[in-house]
């Protein structure tokens, strides 16, 4: 008899305890992810063969104080290992943790490799051979603070591995997790079972095995403890050989079925293909279909839906997760009437979107990440509520009206005005903290950050009812809806990139064309608040010369010169951002010499350019430090020396648009008039329909010389 070690995740030790004893162990004790057991040979040959919660099973040599490397190498070299194994035998030293004197992992392994290789040549003997590829065993070592654990892992590699699985889909789920989530949802081997996005059938394909009495690790075809010297190859033959004949038997016998849905072709035959590996391709119906439109398959009468949904922003954005969460739990209620469902997810938010309220839940790790599983009665009566729920008009009711009241008023105003791209919400209430636009028949959601005194889930909650109301009330769909947070920005920090997706649409704006790009950036290409100040551009610009800095991606140019502008310049920082200038005024056919597009820092530039232009517009950053910069910038402290230098750029007759979105930016006016020019505020003229709640989003000038 030797005492034993069975690792898994947090959460699964007392399942597993309950495997354990059906396994025919009488003494497993949970310990924090794992269980310890003392079991014969025979006994843990079985273990390693039919465990589908195990992770690893290693044999416990030594556990001991482990201060310093020389603790580490004594209490390695203290074991026998001739009586464990032959020196013609390779192996790995697998070494996890560390401690304030073993402050790295392959120092440690190096250590104990070194007291193994000089036990065997102490006693004469070979020096066994290391192989990182494949080594014939593996020795386990646990080291927290000072407490260490020696032993032999008895399969060696990932034990979830079952060797079935040749292809995953993008968020694959560990076979002996999927086994936990099986047990844990309630589903008995005589009942249907149901996935409805399977990805590449690891669920169905545990659970197949589990009603066909195949064992998880039949395939596996080296096990590390076949190389010690203890190995009972007889015992090991007659527990395989009655493995196969009973997974032969199990696959002719059973009843169960098994669907498995996912919306993607492929992935549904890399599950097809993972079944047949495993040998129940038999018993699993697989099925391109959408989740969200699922219908309940024939023989499902008190079935289980059992379901790992996408939950990170590798498989989808949030407002699409939200919607098919939302769209999910709305098939459930209508066409598993008399069913359960337990669906796995690391969102709460996410999971509060399928409208029900669990029966039991349950808290476990998906790797590192902490997820629930929470498992649901299907009600088989059809209610008022049930009704309501299933349309969703009960979530975030007050925001909802809002939304319809605005859009109804926007809207019509928009089209009247000949605009792509307008705000429909903006804070107007305070629990609903976002801005809303719509660009053509997209959505941008920015969410501003909450304060410090909401709980942060909380937070997350109110952020996945606006999602779901959004997208019920406008009827957008999902994948055109983008969500942003917005936090106090400092300088161009707003222009920092955000993904690569380089996804651009042409929007239309009072008789002009330009393209924004919605996922890459905080913003999108254009400040919707400045429609009205382009549009005056536009008006004003006719045989001028037409100078535009911190032009960003120089919208305001575009106007300028569809507009009749003689000559335009456009100046900014960033080669990025000219480039999409460049672009916006070919999309107009604006192309020539009279277009300049000068790459400087706007406010050098300004002290050294000689040219002279009738209309400058210029709309700066509240504050900037960039790198790029050879001084700061502050709009207020600084916007009289930027005035003098623009005041010898401009042309007697000319004007200076200035803009800024300082909220409490106070104006020189003395200064003002030191320099011999006149300021005539134009902010409320130049605030559009969609932004009139917000009447401090910018203030706007026009600065022109004193009579």
């Avoid at 902010?683 to 010389?705: M, V, Y």
Wanted: glycine letters at 6%.
């Amino acid at each position: 008899m030797h005492q034993y070690l069975a690792v898994t995740s947090n959460g699964l030790e007392n399942l597993l305890v309950e495997e354990l004893t059906k396994l025919g162990i009488d003494n497993a004790k949970p310990v924090q992810a794992g269980v310890k057991f003392t079991a014969s040979n025979e006994q843990v040959y079985r273990c390693c063969l039919w465990s589908r919660l195990a992770s690893r099973f290693v044999r416990v040599l030594s556990e001991f104080s482990c201060n310093d490397d020389m603790d580490l190498y004594l209490a390695t070299s203290a074991v026998n290992w001739v009586r464990q194994f032959h020196s013609s035998n390779k192996f790995i030293v697998d070494f996890k943790g560390t401690n304030r004197e073993i402050r790295n992992s392959q120092y440690g392994a190096m250590k104990v490799k070194d007291a193994i290789v000089d036990s065997f040549g102490k006693r004469n003997l070979p020096r066994p051979s290391i192989s990182k590829d494949q080594p014939d065993l593996r020795i386990h070592v646990r080291l927290h603070k000072d407490k260490a654990l020696l032993g032999i892992d008895m399969v060696g590699g990932g034990f979830h591995q079952r060797g079935y699985r040749s292809e995953s889909g993008k968020a694959p789920l560990r076979e002996s997790l999927a086994a936990a989530l099986i047990l844990r949802s309630g589903w008995e081997a005589n009942q249907p079972l149901l996935d409805p996005m399977c990805g590449s059938g690891t669920i169905l394909i545990e659970a197949a095995m589990m009603a066909a009495n195949i064992a998880p690790s039949i395939k596996r075809d080296k096990f590390c403890f076949e190389a010690l010297e203890d190995f009972d190859s007889q015992a090991w033959a007659e527990i395989k050989a009655e493995a196969s004949v009973q997974a032969r038997k199990g696959v002719k016998n059973t009843d169960s079925k098994f669907f498995g849905f996912d919306n993607d072709a492929r992935i549904i035959q890399v599950a097809k293909d993972n079944a047949r590996r495993a040998g129940v391709d038999t018993l699993i119906h697989f099925e391109q279909a959408d989740a969200a439109n699922l219908k309940r398959p024939q023989n499902f009468e008190s079935g289980v839906v059992l379901s790992n949904p996408p939950y990170g922003e590798r498989l989808g954005t949030h407002p699409g997760l939200i919607a098919l969460y939302t769209a999910f739990g709305a098939q459930l209620k209508s066409e598993f009437k008399g069913c359960r469902a337990s669906i796995f997810s690391s969102s709460e938010e996410l999971l509060s979107c399928i409208r029900m309220r669990a029966d039991k839940q349950y808290k476990l790790n998906n790797g590192s990440l902490p997820c629930h599983q929470k498992n649901y009665s299907i009600s088989n009566r059809t209610s008022s509520s049930d009704s309501d729920a299933v349309t969703d008009m009960s979530v975030a009711p007050d925001f909802a009206n809002r939304l319809k009241k605005n859009i109804a008023k926007i809207s019509k105003w928009a089209k009247k005005e000949q605009l792509d791209c307008y705000r429909i919400y903006d804070a107007d209430l305070p629990d609903y903290n976002v801005a809303i636009d719509v660009y053509l028949d997209h959505l941008v959601i920015q969410e501003y950050a909450a304060p410090k005194n909401i709980p942060e889930e909380k937070a997350k909650r109110r952020l996945t009812d606006i999602i779901r109301a959004t997208i019920q009330v406008t009827g957008t769909e999902a994948n055109k809806v983008v969500l942003k947070v917005r936090e106090k920005q400092k300088g161009r920090s707003q222009y920092q990139k955000l993904s690569q997706q380089s996804q651009t649409i042409n929007v239309f704006e009072y008789g002009v064309n330009l393209i924004v790009n919605l996922h890459d950036y905080l913003d999108t290409g254009l400040f919707l608040d400045h429609k009205l100040t382009r549009k005056n551009i536009g008006q004003w610009a006719a045989g001028k010369d037409f100078l535009n800095l911190f032009a960003y991606t120089g919208s305001a140019t575009v106007h300028a010169a569809c507009g009749g502008a003689k000559s335009t310049t456009t100046v900014d920082m960033s080669n990025t951002y000219l480039e999409w200038a460049q672009d916006n005024m070919k999309l107009n056919g604006q192309v020539g010499r009279q277009h300049r597009y000068e790459q400087a820092d706007c406010l050098q530039w300004l002290e050294n350019s000689d040219s002279c232009y009738d209309l400058i517009f210029i709309d700066p950053p509240t504050f900037s430090n960039s790198k790029r910069m050879q001084q700061t910038f502050d709009v207020q402290r600084d916007h009289i020396q930027l005035m003098t230098n623009l005041k010898r750029l401009l042309r007697p007759r000319g004007m200076i648009i200035f803009s800024n979105n300082k909220r409490q930016f106070k104006m020189d006016m003395e200064g003002i008039r030191e320099l011999k020019l006149a300021a005539k505020n134009i902010s409320s003229q130049t605030l559009p329909l969609d932004f009139e709640r917000n009447k401090h989003i910018h203030n706007c000038w026009i600065i022109s010389h004193s009579e």
